[in-house]
């Protein structure tokens, strides 16, 4: 795993932002200046603009030049972030001046130079030690020399002791470069401290000083200590002030993409995205707020760490946008991550209130300027990734963001994803998508319905069909009937724990979208044919389903139009269909096989008694009391409300075969021995029979009353 080191780069060959013409301009310029006195050469920039490899590749130019010089430059980078007040910044400078002379330089400028930079060293370390000095340190040098004497005979004559120094800087002729850099960095009073001890203290003959700072961050400090125009101030101690060019966004992008690139091509697996997606997403929710190298760098490394754990479960394009603000706009970032149900329109206060698309906009546009955000860049950046959000301040409307097409690409604004992108917790993930692909793509029967069976068992199975809806259109050609028949096959074990939602209704659904992909008409009645073949009783209420949808398509029912869009098949194969049907329901219950357990048996038995009523009035006159009761609880249908669930009865269906009395007495005269002849529920269903039987048809009694009955009376 590679991260971007955030460090400053030395060599041309290093440059991807296309500074090494400046930084050789700018190393030429320093070699060649020759003037005897002292310069100060400012570099100004913005943080993460690269200053410091610029001054890194112009250093670099200036060795180069000089290679074949007697007198090389000595250069030295002197770093101010280990002082604690300026009397110890001043001693520190020395010493290190010193010690670069006595490394780099020639023995006589050793011999010159060196002993009096320790004297002029040994000063400032004295004074430190003397009560009340520092504070005078920083006024003039003739202040200073009175304040020695006034403590130490012995000390050398400060005015002396600079004299030697500039004497012999002058006479051995020979260049000492001293780069302060990030001095932006500082806190104001060291600030100030520097451009002292550089104009003050330190202004020798052939010393060349590069400071290295962001123009604003000083000249406001400078003004805030020194209660002066920094601008001002800067211009009286720089000679030469040189502004980093402004970084091509065109540059920067391109490095910010091979980064990208590179990060993608590591992962085990195909990353795929949509052109349309990217295009939106990087205009409103990255690229603003890519400035530099520094956030390329900080963006794409944060990014490669959190993909390369949740590249299977989230979108490519939105989790780079969302870790973009992550790191560079992390106030918004929190925002988003405290209001998932204001943006995955998880409630409905556009609906309920009378608030108007430009009040939603000033609110939010005040929120978001209340926590210090550029709220344009801030509603642009929320409006592409949520489309709730979109809608509600009516700033953008995407056709192609449908619900499927957000869940199918594991987009941020679906709900159910959402968190994956705020924390590396992939327990949201209820069945990850790594498995749901192999099941579209990789596995056989036996494979598909194994699978299935897990799902089903560890309670996923809506969550595992939501995805496969959203994902039907991946669906290779030439398995859409394999995984259309795992499904059917499956359905009616499917854990059916949905208040709102039917899960059979969903994977029913599911299974007839798969049907219509297919090309030709003789396929779809082939697959249907094939599953209707193939069914026993646990499936025979999923095929009456569909054969029922095929129906109602044709009008065949009752008095209705057609609906051309749902005949999936000719009415000469529904036809046919119906025959198999009714075959597979003779074959059924000529085996004494109980029907009353199939799931939908209400459907099953409308659909049995539109295509042969004589034999199911005849199939009923045969069936015993303990099957007439088992009859009642197979058509109890289940209610929800705010005050419990329940089972109810449709008179106007069972009372063709038996009547509402006859039930009743029938329960009534029950014998504890016969109880075991039915389940739990269907116990209950009956007590719910008993219970409403001298109740109005509006008046309803909860399953837990019923349960509570059968407590009392029959256990």
Known sequence: MNYNTDKPINTDEQDL???????????????????????????????????????????????????????????????????????????????????????????????????????????????????????????????????????????????????????????????????????????????RDIFQLVKQLADFPNVIYILVMDREVVCRALNEVQKIDGEEYLEKIIQVPFEIPELRKARLNTIFFNKIEQIISDLPEEVTWDESDWNIVFRNCIEPYLNNLRDVNRVTNVFRFKYEMLYSETYFVDMLAITTIEVLEPKLYKWICDNKKLLCGEFMDKILSDTSDDDYRKLYCNQFENLGIDSDLAMDYVATLFPEFSIKVNKYRYDFQSMSDIRSKMRVAYSERFDLYFMVDLDDAKVPRN??????????????????????????????????????????????????????????????????????????????????????????????RSLLENVDKNRLGTISRIIFKLEVSYGRLEETKEFSADQLISLDHLKKIEKTYLTKIRDIITDNNPIFGISNFNCFLYLWEHLDANEVANYFKEIDDTN????????????????????????????????????????????????????????????????????????RVSEQEAREYVEKEWS
């Open 17 to 191: 932002l296309g500074r090494a013409f400046f930084s050789n301009h700018l190393g030429r310029a320093i070699y060649e200046y020759n003037g005897e006195d002292g310069l100060v050469i400012g570099v100004f920039g913005k943080w993460g603009m690269g200053k410091t490899s610029i001054i890194n590749m112009a250093l670099n130019e200036v060795n180069k030049l000089s290679e074949n010089d007697k007198n090389k430059p000595i250069i030295m980078k002197f770093s101010p972030w280990n002082y604690s007040d300026k009397d110890n910044l001043i001693s520190l400078f020395f010493q290190s001046l010193k010690n670069k002379i006595d490394i780099q330089g020639n023995e006589r400028i050793k011999q010159v130079v060196g002993q009096a930079l320790v004297e002029y060293s040994v000063i400032f370390d004295v004074l430190r030690l003397v009560p009340g000095v520092g504070s005078t340190v920083s006024s003039t040098l003739r202040n200073l020399t009175e304040t020695v004497g006034k403590h130490s005979t012995n000390l050398p004559d400060l005015d002396e002791t600079r004299e030697k120094i500039e004497e012999g800087l002058s006479e051995i002729n020979e260049k000492i470069i001293i780069v302060i850099d990030d001095i932006d960095r500082l806190i104001n009073s060291q600030i």
């Open 435 to 528: 498995t749901i692909n192999n099941w579209i793509y990789e596995l056989n029967e036996d494979g598909l319905n194994e699978a299935l069976r897990i799902i089903n068992a560890e309670g996923n199975i809506k969550y595992f069909l939501d995805e496969l809806v959203s994902l039907k259109d991946n669906i290779p050609y030439e398995r859409l009937k394999l995984v259309a028949t795992a499904i059917f096959e499956s359905l009616w074990e499917f854990k059916d724990g949905e208040k709102f939602i039917s899960i059979s209704y969903l994977a029913e659904n599911f299974v007839i979208d798969i049907i219509r992909k297919l090309k030709t008409e003789n396929e779809k009645y082939d697959i249907i």
């Open 628 to 699: 007439k009761l088992k009859f009642i609880c197979a058509l109890a249908s289940k209610w929800n409300g705010n005050r419990g669930n329940g089972w109810c009865f449709q008179a106007e269906v069972y009372s063709k075969y038996i009547s509402k009395d006859e039930i009743y007495k029938l329960i009534q005269s029950l014998e504890n021995s016969k109880f075991n002849e039915f389940t739990e529920i269907e116990l209950i269903k009956l007590a719910s029979f008993i219970l409403n039987y001298n109740k109005n048809a509006t008046a």
